[in-house]
Structure formats: structure tokens, C-alpha cells
């Protein structure tokens, strides 16, 4: 049997993180039955990987597939996909410098979607999720639905209010959070959801002293830098039960 190529390599541990991903952001109670996360190709940047549809504490390497970036499954696979997988292509496709991307309901998260209460940051780990956070309401362009974002056309739409930001919030339904890796996106991810809890039980002793801009500047590069990314990654691992990988 020939040996693996270089780019298969590649190509086999970008999906080993993204199995890793959905594992991890179950295990953090992130991403709850119906969430998702996904990764860009990095040897195609016209395409993205990301589960079959399914709920993502059980996703293995088998469910993976591969889609171009309007959506469309590359092979014949016959297993139902997301629907909101145009979520991930929208963006993909408006933002090259986005390389992984999730979509979940945590619930800490929800009532920010619904209420004028700011989300800055107000930890120092939390400051990778950014100062600026827009909220995307389907009802201006879409009026009455059943709340997915199932059409390219929601899907640029939602894309669009997330502009150059990491998250952007989707009112009554959850949020997507946008980065330029696996490991930065779960960073990302984990500090919305601590940050929301955190803002929410603060609120019942007094008043929030938010982050300053320079502060989330700062701490976000650091919280985002190659250290403190495998240091967390390392954590995030073991606790999903995949120690030593």
C-alpha cells in the first residue's frame, strides 16, 4: 500500500480536529442536539467539511462530508444533511479569511438575542468574542419562518450582519461564531457562552464594569495566540475523553 501524501495528511487532520470540535463543544455544553461546526478545506478553499446531520456528541470521521461553498454535497452520499449548512457556506464565501465556524443554542446565550443588554466582555477569557455584537433578525427580510437559516439567501443575509465580527447573535435562536481555526473557533465559542452566565448572575449583585476596548484587544490576541490555543485544546481533549491525541 503506497504511503499517504502530504496533502492527505493535511487533509486527514483538519478532519480529525473537526471531529475532535464537535466532541469538545458537546462536552461544554456549547452546542446542544442540534448544533454544528465546520472547517474549511485547506487544501481547497472552495469547499468545507462538516457533519452529516447528526447530533454532534456522536459525530465520528464516517459522517464527514465535503460541500462546495453554495452547498452542494460533493459525491452521492445519501444521508440528510444540515439544513443550515448554508450558514457555514455564506460565510465562507464572503469572509476568506474565516477557516472554521460554528452555530449553536447555548441557552446563557439566548436571552441576549431578545433583550437590549450589552454582551462585551466582562472577562478577561472571554475577550476573544470581541466588542461589537450585531443581532440578525429574520423577520426583517424574511418575515415569518420556521427559524432556520436553510437558504443561501438567509444565509448571506446572516452573513452580512456578522460583517468582519466574530459572532454575531440570531434573535429567538442562538448564535454563530466565526474564526480562523477549529481550535480559535471553540475559544470563541466557550467565552460567548462564559461570558453570557457570567454577565447574567453579575447583573443581580450590580452594575457590569465591561472590558475596555484596549483590554479585549489585548487579551483577545493573547487568549488567541498558539500557547494559549494548545493549552486549551490540550483541556478541551481530555475532558471529552480523547487524552493524548
Known sequence: MPDRTYEQDVVEHTLTELVLANRILAREDVIDDFGHVSVRNPLNPERYFISRSRSPVNVTRDD?????????????????????????????KDRPD??????????SVIPFTMIDIPLRPMFHMSSVIGKEFVTWDSQDEFG?????????EMGHSL???????????LRGHGCVCAATSVKAVIRISIGLRDNAELILSTRQLGEIKHLTDGEIDKAGNLMLGDMALARAWDYWVARAGFAGL
Not at 461553498?69 to 465562507?92: C, F, K, Q, V, W
Not at 415569518?144 to 443561501?152: E, I, K, P
Open 98 to 107: 474565516v477557516h472554521s465556524i460554528t452555530h449553536h443554542h447555548a441557552r
Open 144 to 152: 415569518d419562518t420556521n427559524m432556520l437559516v436553510d437558504s443561501m
Open 64 to 92: 464527514i462530508l465535503e460541500y462546495t461553498l453554495e452547498g452542494e454535497l460533493i459525491g452521492n452520499d445519501p444521508r440528510r444533511p444540515y439544513a443550515e449548512r448554508h450558514i457555514h457556506g455564506a460565510i465562507y
Open 159 to 169: 452573513s452580512r450582519a456578522l460583517g468582519n465580527n466574530r459572532v454575531v447573535l
